[in-house]
């Protein structure tokens, strides 16, 4: 009867170590899932913040040359441009990015500065008029889309686990 008890008891310790092993698991599975869902849409405002500032740097020269915006006003708002941007930038450093993500935030941390570098030039051509101050900012931006591409390719691919 002693001996039936004991068994008992060791097949109940077993059960019990096997339940708390299993809800263990899926709690860890769900945090990770929440941790990446949260760095996912963490990553992706920081995308839509730079397209939104992109958007009105360029629309600026549009009410410059229409009239609506002096060159004075476009100037102070090119330099809150340039502040604003790099406070986007860091914002990168502070994702908690999964590690298979590392390379895709890197590239479109390196985009996103690489954007920054060419309105830096892109003003200056404004304000001088020097067409080599234009030549680098286009060269830049289209070094900004590269790596921006890039950085989608293996966001997605890191998302989907498949390698590019």
């Known amino acids: 009867m002693k001996k039936k008890k004991k068994q008992n008891i060791?097949?109940?310790?077993?059960?019990i170590a096997i339940i708390t092993g299993i809800v263990s698991y899926n709690y860890s599975a769900e945090q990770t899932k929440q941790k990446g869902f949260q760095f996912g849409n963490k990553l992706e405002q920081i995308q839509t913040d730079v397209k939104e500032l992109q958007t009105l740097f360029?629309?600026?020269k549009t009410q410059l040359e229409e009239g609506g915006i002096?060159?004075?006003e476009l100037f102070e708002h090119y330099e809150k441009h340039v502040i604003e941007f790099e406070?986007?930038?860091?914002q990168y450093d502070t994702l908690e990015a999964p590690e298979s993500f590392q390379s895709a935030v890197d590239l479109l941390k390196l985009s996103s500065q690489t954007q920054l570098d060419s309105?830096?030039?892109y003003i200056e051509w404004m304000k001088t008029g020097d067409e080599s101050f234009k030549i680098r900012s286009d060269s830049q931006y289209q070094q900004?889309?590269?790596y921006e591409m890039?950085?989608?390719?293996?966001y997605y691919s890191a998302k989907t686990g498949i390698q590019p």
């Open 119 to 121: 309105d830096i030039q």
């Open 150 to 154: 890039t950085g989608l390719v293996e």
């Open 87 to 90: 406070s986007i930038i860091s």
């Open 58 to 60: 360029y629309s600026k």
């Open 70 to 72: 002096t060159e004075r």
């Open 10 to 15: 060791i097949i109940l310790v077993i059960a």
């Open 144 to 146: 900004a889309l590269e």
